[in-house]
């Protein structure tokens, strides 16, 4: 279902020191997963407002990095499985995600984790590792 469900995790907050390490084994398990090519293996987003919507403000308007993925194809509505690093403050952070992209931004401690997921709207689900 490529991501579009209500509990699929929309941001993943990760200590600054383990941060790049979370990254790096994020791209290699996608990699490993799909094979190089996830194209056959992924649904495609439900609809053009939703893909439109997506390829807008989560691919584009970002002001992060992509870290692995980002390609899409309009005409099938079709999203690589995509990991961008974004800051807290990033728009693309700001509206559930509802497709194949994980958005992962660092924190300074438990403190500021719990601070910002304490000062949004509440979510269906949360977990915790």
Not at 52 to 59: A, C, E, F, H
Not at 106 to 113: E, G, K, R
Not at 115 to 129: H, N, T
């Given at each position: 279902?490529?991501?579009?469900?209500?509990?699929?995790?929309?941001?993943?907050?990760?200590?600054?020191?383990?941060?790049?390490?979370?990254?790096?084994?994020?791209?290699?398990?996608?990699?490993?997963?799909?094979?190089?090519?996830?194209?056959?293996?992924?649904?495609?987003?439900?609809?053009d407002?939703h893909?439109?919507?997506?390829?807008?403000?989560?691919?584009?308007n970002?002001?992060?990095k992509?870290?692995?993925?980002?390609?899409?194809?309009?005409?099938?509505?079709?999203?690589?499985?995509?990991?961008?690093?974004?800051?807290?403050?990033?728009?693309?952070?700001?509206?559930?995600?509802?497709?194949?992209?994980?958005?992962?931004a660092?924190?300074?401690?438990?403190?500021?984790?719990i601070?910002?997921?304490?000062?949004?709207?509440?979510?269906?689900?949360?977990?915790?590792?």
């Open positions: 279902n490529a991501g579009q469900q209500c509990i699929a995790p929309d941001y993943v907050l990760v200590h600054k020191a383990v941060a790049p390490a979370f990254l790096e084994a994020c791209k290699k398990v996608i990699a490993d997963f799909y094979q190089g090519d996830a194209k056959d293996g992924i649904g495609r987003i439900v609809n407002r893909f439109q919507r997506l390829q807008t403000t989560v691919l584009t970002h002001g992060g992509i870290i692995c993925g980002g390609n899409s194809i309009p005409e099938e509505r079709y999203i690589e499985p995509t990991v961008l690093s974004l800051p807290l403050d990033s728009p693309a952070m700001d509206d559930e995600t509802f497709g194949p992209v994980l958005m992962v660092t924190v300074d401690s438990m403190d500021d984790a601070r910002y997921v304490a000062g949004r709207e509440k979510s269906l689900s949360q977990y915790i590792f």
